[in-house]
């Protein structure tokens, strides 16, 4: 794991941002950059949004969307996806805080090695 963080801690497609508390991380972002050749633009796919239990409903997620958006309008990401389960109301109500709206189907399929 922590090579994939380096890894991804240095690449311009990959962007990490994380919330301290007291010197400790209590959350993270992470968000995959991309082109779209179809629309000639960069894109952007949050991968993870995660608080510790402890610092949920404290504001941590809204500020690391901010600054996540923020961070995405300066580099020209024009568009951000995310994908959340359909009962995960809270993620749902704090993405539509910021303007992410129901857009596409999103179909998955999993490969799972054991």
Same mark, same amino acid.
């Given at each position: 794991?922590?090579?994939?963080?380096? *890894?991804?801690?240095?690449? +311009?497609?990959?962007?990490?941002?994380? /919330?301290?508390?007291?010197?400790?991380?209590?959350? =993270?972002?992470?968000? /995959?950059?991309?082109?779209? =050749?179809?629309?000639?633009?960069?894109?952007?796919?949050i991968?993870?949004? =995660?608080? $510790?239990?402890? &610092?949920q409903?404290?504001?941590?997620?809204?500020e690391?969307?901010? @600054?996540?958006? *923020?961070? /995405?309008d300066? !580099? +020209?990401? @024009? !568009?951000? $996806?995310?994908s959340?389960?359909? +009962?995960?109301? *809270? @993620?749902? *109500?704090? &993405?539509?805080? =910021?303007?992410?709206?129901?857009?596409?189907l999103?179909?998955?399929?999993? $490969?799972?090695t054991?």
């Amino acid at each position: 794991m922590t090579e994939n963080l380096q *890894k991804s801690l240095s690449s +311009n497609q990959f962007i990490v941002l994380v /919330a301290e508390f007291n010197s400790s991380i209590v959350g =993270f972002v992470d968000c /995959a950059v991309f082109p779209s =050749f179809w629309e000639c633009q960069k894109q952007g796919l949050i991968v993870d949004l =995660f608080v $510790h239990p402890t &610092y949920q409903s404290r504001g941590v997620g809204s500020e690391l969307l901010k @600054a996540l958006i *923020k961070r /995405a309008d300066a !580099e +020209n990401i @024009a !568009e951000l $996806h995310v994908s959340t389960g359909w +009962n995960n109301r *809270k @993620a749902r *109500k704090l &993405y539509g805080k =910021f303007g992410f709206t129901k857009e596409n189907l999103l179909l998955e399929r999993s $490969h799972r090695t054991e």
